[in-house]
């Protein structure tokens, strides 16, 4: 305790659970980890592409978001990245590092996990393939001439915009908690590791790599509703979306307009989207299961399980 990282609320050490727990709350922090390190590195990305924005200015702007919402570790080292020049060429250092992201494999365990306890967790996943991807350099190269990408000849609000991609890396990285801790929740379950989420939010908020102001907002939630393990079912959840959601939309379509990949930002709002949604397509994949193996599928007006011999009618 007396080595650990403090904050208001104490030191940032806790009894996680029984057996591997902390294991697991470990694996599943890296995996949030992923998601808000790619989802800032989109932010950067459109800021630089579609803004035109040069390094210095872009640090200066996550400077700026350090200060209110989006404080956070993250958040911190990334503007003094941006504004940090290499000695050798006096360029942004960002500018003369090669874009080939490695990975130790903690990513990759947590999206295996979430997998195998039937968790849904694209935010986290796709942080993986982005990098996984980007490792590919020589073919994206190679590609990148077979398919030259023109940009729309139209005009954007700058001072908006930035303040859509602040809102949007907010709406995403509540996505990637909301989905890592319904991950550490279901594994608790599955496990019986015991974890309580609050106390997991409350040893986040510092020595940690994902520590971000944001985590108060967070452990507000949990703390008045335990059961609401992905955080959505809240009035405080609502609010929070609901000021962000446009923003987020008008990003990813932008993003889409300039040819600019934004996998994390994407897949967090195709999660909420999708959690959200009463009536999903699965239905016909449902059917299309039975038709092709007998798979059967559930009604929405009688009990049973049911099955077509299709090739009848």
């Known amino acids: 305790m007396e080595i650990a990282a403090k904050t208001e609320d104490g030191a940032c050490c806790t009894y996680v659970g029984r057996d591997s727990a902390g294991h697991f709350v470990k694996m599943v922090h890296n995996g949030i980890e992923y998601a808000f390190m790619q989802a800032i590195a989109e932010a950067y990305d459109f800021m630089r592409k579609v803004l035109k924005m040069p390094s210095e200015e872009i640090g200066d702007i996550f400077a700026e978001w350090n200060e ?3 404080a956070s570790f993250l958040i911190e080292i990334t503007a003094k990245i941006l504004r940090f020049k290499d ?10 590092i090669l874009d080939k992201a490695e990975q130790k494999g903690t990513g990759k365990w947590t999206a295996q996990s979430a997998l195998e306890l039937g968790v849904p967790t694209p935010s986290l996943n796709l942080a993986v393939v982005a990098r996984t991807i980007s490792y590919f350099k ?3 190269t190679k590609l990148s001439k077979r398919y030259p990408k023109i940009p729309p000849n139209f005009s954007i609000e700058k001072a908006q915009t930035i303040e859509n991609l602040r809102k949007s890396l907010l709406f995403s990285l509540f996505m990637s908690f909301s989905q890592g801790l319904w991950l550490i929740s279901t594994a608790s379950e599955t496990y019986d590791y015991g974890i309580n989420l609050s106390e997991i939010l409350r040893i986040w908020k510092g020595g940690c790599i994902i520590r971000a102001r ?7 939630i949990i703390n008045e509703n335990p059961q609401n393990v992905n955080l959505l079912d809240s009035d405080k959840s609502v609010a929070f979306i609901s000021d962000k959601i446009g923003a987020i939309k008008s990003i990813t379509e932008l993003a889409k307009d300039f040819n600019i990949p934004t996998p994390v930002l994407n897949s967090s709002l195709d999660y909420f989207l999708s959690i959200s949604e009463e009536e999903l397509p699965a ?3 449902q059917a299309q299961r039975d038709y092709f193996g007998a798979h059967t599928f559930e009604r929405k007006d009688k009990e049973g399980t049911f099955h077509i011999e299709w090739e009848k009618f």
Request: glycine fraction near 8%; proline fraction near 4%.
């Open 138 to 140: 020589d073919l994206r």
């Open 214 to 220: 944001l985590l108060n907002f967070l452990r507000e």
């Open 283 to 285: 239905n016909l994949i």
């Open 68 to 70: 209110g919402e989006l």
């Open 87 to 96: 000695e050798q060429t006096g360029k942004p250092i960002v500018e003369v």
